[in-house]
């Protein structure tokens, strides 16, 4: 089989495995119990907060342990507004569902929702945010990456500007950690939120950056984990996989780079040298290994399907939308012409792909097409 599918989720880390296995088995202590047998899985805690916080430049007690990003956006935002006496929340046109649903459902409560447009490569320009903020607003929050076109969005100019309002600034950065740099201090970031399955750590755990005086309401009531925010005895096991997979990530960040931006290339000069007519979106300044295909008077929905009978997998926009024959909300918003969207996939490889995976979806994509 040839998995091409790594911005919906990803292998887990044979050292991310190994390094968790003891505490499935073994070092099963509840890290909150004061006797000697939790030390082990208190320390592992400990030292997991420590790489992680390291790897996007933050404090190890700004990073809150969740279930993954759908909760640290739903956290973030529901958190933060419900703290707040200013009503406007700003959010990109692209983001994903998990910040699309959670603004939707804050705006059913009366807040005041607002959507940015995007540029034909799917960024947001900082004049945009320009003509849509004001003193009322509370937070701002842009994708670091999208998942579907890969275009990185230029977060630190955007943080800015939010800042000059009295905004806050929160990022969905899921696709972005673990991929390529993410320095929250450098960029002005207030909240991130990331997910290990995107970057080869486990399904069901990620994190949530809030820079230190930043005030938002807990997610979870119960006990005392995680300062008291997000109660519910934690995943050890999971978390201590996540950090050694976002350690190993980000240190492969330069050579991964290199890597994915070759497959890239030999994917799209050889459709280009089988004369498909397609066009591919997202900007230029975009996710290593994300690529997004449209094809002239297709239908990304049969590609997948033909795909999938040939042992490939690839998928139709994001994975959330994977039933969902319409032109994606990301597209939409793009200006994808609409006789290209409908025949959209989104091939994203990752660290185990190699040039004959690119090769043999290029012959299977040609077979079909012509
Ligand atoms: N945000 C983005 C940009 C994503 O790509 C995804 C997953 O596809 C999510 C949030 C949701 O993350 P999780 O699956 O960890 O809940």
Same mark, same amino acid.
């Given at each position: 089989m040839i998995y091409a599918d790594n911005a919906a989720t990803t292998k887990l880390d044979i050292d991310a495995f190994d390094a968790m296995k003891e505490f499935l088995t073994d /070092? #099963?202590?509840? $890290? /909150?119990? $004061?006797? /000697? #047998?939790a030390r082990r899985t208190k320390k592992a805690l400990r030292e997991s907060r420590e790489i992680i916080a390291s790897c996007i430049n933050?404090? $190890? +007690? +700004?990073v809150y342990f969740t279930s993954g990003g759908t909760e640290s956006d739903n956290w973030a935002l529901k958190g933060f507004m419900k703290r707040q006496e200013n009503k406007r929340v700003i959010v990109s046109s692209i983001e994903h569902h998990a910040v699309l649903h959670t603004v939707q459902s804050l705006e059913r409560e009366g807040y005041d929702v607002c959507f940015l447009d995007v540029t034909t490569e799917g960024v947001v320009l900082p004049s945009m945010l320009e003509s849509k903020i004001n003193n009322d607003t509370a937070v701002v929050s842009v994708m670091f990456a999208n998942n579907e076109v890969g275009s990185i969005q230029p977060v630190a100019e955007l943080a800015e500007i939010a800042h000059g309002y009295g905004a806050a600034f929160h990022s969905d950065a899921v696709q972005a950690v673990g991929h390529i740099d993410v320095d929250v201090k450098k960029l002005g970031i207030d909240m991130l939120s990331a997910s290990a399955h995107k970057f080869n750590g486990p399904r069901g755990i990620g994190f949530l950056y809030i820079k230190n005086g930043i005030k938002l309401y807990p997610f979870m009531d119960g006990g005392a984990q995680e300062r008291s925010m997000r109660a519910g005895t934690e995943n050890v096991p999971a978390i201590v996989g996540m950090a050694v997979a976002l350690k190993k990530s980000c240190e492969a960040i330069s050579e991964e780079k290199i890597k994915l931006k070759n497959l890239e290339e030999e994917l799209l000069s050889g459709l280009k040298q089988n004369n498909l007519d397609f066009i591919r979106n997202g900007a230029e300044n975009h996710l290593p290994g994300n690529v997004s295909l449209s094809f002239r008077n297709s239908d990304g929905e049969m590609l997948l399907h033909r795909l999938d009978l040939m042992g490939i997998y690839v998928s139709t926009g994001s994975a959330c939308d994977s039933k969902n024959t319409q032109v994606s909300h990301v597209l939409r918003a793009m200006g994808v012409p609409e006789e290209y969207a409908k025949g959209t996939i989104r091939i994203s490889f990752g660290k185990d792909n190699t040039l004959e995976d690119v090769r043999e979806i290029v012959d299977s994509l040609t077979k079909i097409l012509s």
């Open positions: /070092s #099963f202590g509840n $890290p /909150s119990q $004061p006797y /000697s #047998f933050a404090l $190890p +007690e +700004e």
